[in-house]
């Protein structure tokens, strides 16, 4: 077994106050008062450390780590319908891909809300429908991202929530530990040699 040290501080504190902040505003605080305004302002504080720290970050903090990788995408989905396992150190490609769906969207659901607080936007139609409609779409894709934590968490036999609140990962035998590599070609070339 080894024990892998993954996330920093700063990728859980983000995490887990990103989700506080989206429930609250999404289920607790009332749309239009200052208490939204602000906790909305919260998330897009944390969004912009999130994104400095995806360039400066330790290492699978970094997007270098995970970047969008359509081969990636494919291979992983190929190994969950075939049953193969790899076990990703950091992100893996399908969570990288939800990773900056997630990210886009926080900032859609931010300046759209902003927009409204504008003279020139306040009242404005499509804004309040872009706002309500970013903010569904945030919703279906927490659902999906959740699921997939639970189906990749049994799947892997590594327990990805808890990775995200300890920093580690607990990853058993047979498999090695791959990383999802900047270039495609060498992404495949480890997946290759992993599997042999
Ligand atoms: C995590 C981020 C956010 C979430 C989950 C969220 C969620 C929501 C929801 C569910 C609504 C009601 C939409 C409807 O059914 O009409 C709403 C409305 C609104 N939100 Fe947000 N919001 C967020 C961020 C923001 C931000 C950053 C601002 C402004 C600084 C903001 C300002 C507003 C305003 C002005 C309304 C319209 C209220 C009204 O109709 O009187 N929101 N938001
Ligand atoms: C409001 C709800 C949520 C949002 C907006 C959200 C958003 C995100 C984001 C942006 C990341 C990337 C983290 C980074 O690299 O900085 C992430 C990763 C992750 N989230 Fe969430 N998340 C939510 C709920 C949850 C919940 C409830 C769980 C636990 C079941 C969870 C488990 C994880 C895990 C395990 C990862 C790492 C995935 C991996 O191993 O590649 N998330 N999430």
């Given amino acids: ?79 969950m319908v075939t049953g193969r396992r790899h076990v990703h150190v950091g992100h893996s490609p399908l969570g990288a891909w939800m990773i900056y769906n997630l990210l886009l969207t926080m900032i859609a659901i931010s300046i759209s809300g902003y927009m409204q607080t504008t003279v020139s936007f306040f009242g404005v139609k499509w804004v309040e429908s872009a706002h309500e409609f970013f903010v569904n779409w945030a919703e279906i894709s927490i659902v999906l991202h959740v699921a997939a934590v639970i189906v990749e968490t049994r799947r892997l036999r590594v327990n990805l929530a808890k990775a995200m609140i300890t920093g580690y990962k607990d990853i058993t035998a047979p498999q090695e530990p791959i990383t999802c590599n900047p270039s495609a070609k060498t992404y495949l070339q480890e997946v290759l040699r992993s599997s042999h």
């Fill in 1 to 79: 077994m080894q024990h892998l040290k993954v996330w920093d501080p700063v990728v859980r504190l983000f995490h887990w106050a990103l989700v506080a902040g989206f429930l609250a505003n999404a289920v607790f605080t009332k749309p239009g008062k200052l208490t939204h305004q602000w906790v909305g302002y919260a998330v897009a504080g944390l969004i912009a450390v999130r994104l400095i720290w995806g360039l400066v970050g330790t290492r699978h903090a970094r997007f270098a780590d995970f970047p969008p990788s359509v081969t990636g995408a494919i291979v992983q989905m190929r190994d």
